[in-house]
């Protein structure tokens, strides 16, 4: 049987989702043929960086290309807009696909495999990447998969509900992200002895809060040094000239940063380095600051204190949507940052953490096993593969 793993975007921050299973089922059946296949060569390091020296000794990598001729020549007059090689290294690689038995992904752009190249034969799996609450993880394309391996029992209910999934199509497997997550990492340009903020900001225009109040935010913390501030937005907010939402029509641009902020000696700025996407900073900031990102529930392995920002000023309370803003103090305005992180530590034992654990134990189905562990399993037992118990997982680092 031949199953493939599939990396099919310009940033890694999707590779640690499902690469750990990957991982765990060549270890639990190294008869199969397992492919890992990225599309450039961004995700091609961070495939072998994590796979630890799986690559050739269970796993085989390919990295899958466009044809030369229109493809090319189309992909790089629209790449400042859209992802147009994404979406044409299908059509590219049909003969690829069609040798698997398996797909499995952590994005819904594979479907197009299905509805658009007739692959029906092909079983494709999603593994979704982040435990978030923004609608357009619950759309109806969810439900074009044949299987899903979800993080909780929030995500499963909400797939049922929101996308008509079917509920037999649906494992709950925890968190493969969690399996290669770093102790709290000592960052050199971090002092101790001032709390340090980290400032997520979401890519969509309609829903983020940079355009609006982002800039705003790093003014208010140049001003105050009692705090630090990493600033590290979603990967894709300066990828590329223009930001393009598909889920909401919309067209913006992140713009540049300031010379201002970048010699701000209380402020880190990364737009996208691998520390962006191994939870390096969700495990070592001593506060978060955010709005939509998923990457809030990665922070609330460890329950710290959180504020939010709501630039667009959603009626969001009762909304699933934003149910992450539990978590914490919720504002409008870069003005209220100081009484709001103060109410957050403040309260956070008393008001906020209760809170933050309940949002967490939905979010995420946690057992000793490690997650990838588990959805090897649920991936192998959909496949119509046995399945040896106990399974054989790698160790890894777990967040202390």
């Not at 590779?15 to 492919?35: F, K, T």
């Not at 504020?307 to 539990?326: A, C, Q, S, Y």
Request: proline share 6%; net charge neutral.
């Amino acid at each position: 049987m031949r199953i493939g793993f599939l990396f099919n975007h310009d940033q890694v921050h999707q590779v640690a989702h499902s690469l750990p299973i990957a991982l765990a089922l060549a270890r639990g059946r190294p008869d199969l043929e397992i492919i890992v296949a990225t599309t450039n060569r961004r995700l091609s390091a961070e495939v072998i960086r994590l796979a630890d020296g799986m690559i050739g000794a269970g796993l085989r990598l390919v990295e899958l290309g466009l044809k030369p001729g229109a493809s090319r020549t189309m992909a790089n007059a629209l790449e400042a807009l859209i992802p147009a090689g994404k979406l044409l290294v299908y059509r590219d690689n049909l003969d690829f696909f069609r040798s698997l038995d398996v797909l499995v992904v952590a994005e819904k752009t594979s479907l197009l495999l299905k509805t658009r190249y007739g692959l029906k034969d092909l079983k494709i799996v999603h593994t979704r990447h982040g435990a978030g609450d923004r609608a357009i993880g619950f759309d109806k394309a969810s439900a074009g998969f044949d299987h899903v391996l979800v993080s909780g029992p929030k995500i499963r209910e909400r797939l049922i509900s929101d996308a008509g999934v079917d509920p037999r199509t649906i494992s709950v497997v925890g968190y493969p992200k969690f399996d290669l997550a770093p102790p709290r990492p000592s960052l050199p340009f971090v002092d101790d002895r001032r709390p340090v903020v980290l400032y997520n900001p979401h890519v969509s225009p309609h829903l983020s809060s940079w355009y609006d109040e982002g800039r705003a935010v790093l003014d208010w913390f140049v001003e105050h040094d009692e705090y630090q501030l990493i600033f590290a937005p979603h990967v894709m907010l300066f990828e590329r000239p223009f930001v393009v939402t598909i889920d909401k029509l919309r067209i913006d641009r992140a713009g540049r940063i300031a010379d201002k902020y970048l010699r701000a000696e209380n402020i880190h700025i990364d737009l996208g380095s691998r520390a962006s996407t191994t939870m390096t900073y969700t495990q070592r900031a001593d506060l978060y600051l955010g709005d939509v990102s998923s990457q809030v529930y990665e922070f609330l392995l460890h329950p710290r204190p959180c504020v939010f920002l709501n630039t667009h000023r959603f009626e969001w309370r009762g909304d699933p949507n934003f149910t992450h803003w539990r978590a914490g103090p919720v504002i409008e305005r870069a003005a209220d940052l100081g009484a709001a992180l103060v109410h957050a530590q403040e309260e956070h034992e008393t008001i906020w953490r209760p809170v933050q654990e309940e949002l967490f134990n939905q979010s995420f189905d946690l057992t000793p096993e490690p997650s990838s562990a588990r959805a090897a399993r649920a991936l192998a037992r959909f496949a119509g593969l046995d399945w040896p118990e106990p399974v054989a997982a790698p160790t890894m680092a777990v967040a202390g």
